[in-house]
């Protein structure tokens, strides 16, 4: 019913649309584990929730993305495109619009999402969402993605995925992510 009411309150028909599109594949996803959308109940800050089962959905343009986990776990997937830098300045911590400042074209881009796609999921795995602010979560490209709020390092692990036209991200507390992208 929430999905429901959610997608009923879309202005813009392909908000509708990728919105019932995202709700199906979750379904579909949770049955073939067994699990039915009404064990589906709503935590602190509104992040549907099941008890024993975690997962997250997101969607943009003609793709929608599903995560299930054993842990708390969002994503977040982008279409590649254009984007302003000024957004970079707005949300992001200065360490990271520093870090964007050493690419020019497609690779300031793609690093763009790569950050904005690792907020989402980090956001959406805790479900606080993007009430919180951006520039207090800050990510640190090495070897490994590590993660930082207000300054302190987190327990939490960084999966990307590139797939088509779109920039896919999963963040999770545990670091067993699946190393392929099932389409369907």
């Known amino acids: 019913e929430k999905r429901k009411e959610r997608i009923q309150?879309?202005?813009?028909e392909k908000d509708r649309k990728q919105s019932l599109g995202a709700g199906i594949l979750l379904k579909k996803c949770l049955e073939?584990?067994?699990i039915s959308v009404h064990d589906i109940r709503y935590g602190t800050h509104g992040?549907?929730?099941i008890?024993?089962?975690f997962f997250n959905i997101s969607h943009s343009h003609d793709l929608a993305v599903c995560v299930i986990a054993d842990a708390p776990v969002g994503c977040d997937v982008e279409k590649k495109g254009r984007f302003r830098e000024g957004i970079a300045e707005r949300f992001?911590?200065?360490q990271e619009v520093f870090y964007l400042k050493q690419f020019e074209g497609e690779g300031k881009r793609?690093?763009?999402?790569r950050l904005w796609t690792m907020k989402e999921s980090y956001l959406k795995m805790t479900g606080e969402g993007l009430q919180f602010p951006l520039d207090r979560i800050e990510f640190e490209i090495d070897e490994d993605v590590k993660v930082y709020r207000d300054g302190k390092l987190c327990n939490c692990k960084i999966k990307e995925y590139d797939f088509a036209?779109?920039?896919i991200t999963v963040?999770?507390?545990e670091d067993n992510f699946g190393e392929l992208i099932i389409s369907q």
């Not at 309150?9 to 813009?12: A, D, F, H, K, M």
């Open 32 to 34: 073939e584990r067994g």
């Open 165 to 167: 036209d779109y920039k």
């Open 92 to 94: 992001f911590t200065e």
């Open 171 to 173: 963040c999770s507390e």
């Open 110 to 113: 793609d690093e763009f999402l």
């Open 9 to 12: 309150r879309s202005r813009q």
């Open 51 to 53: 008890e024993g089962c």
């Open 47 to 49: 992040k549907p929730e």
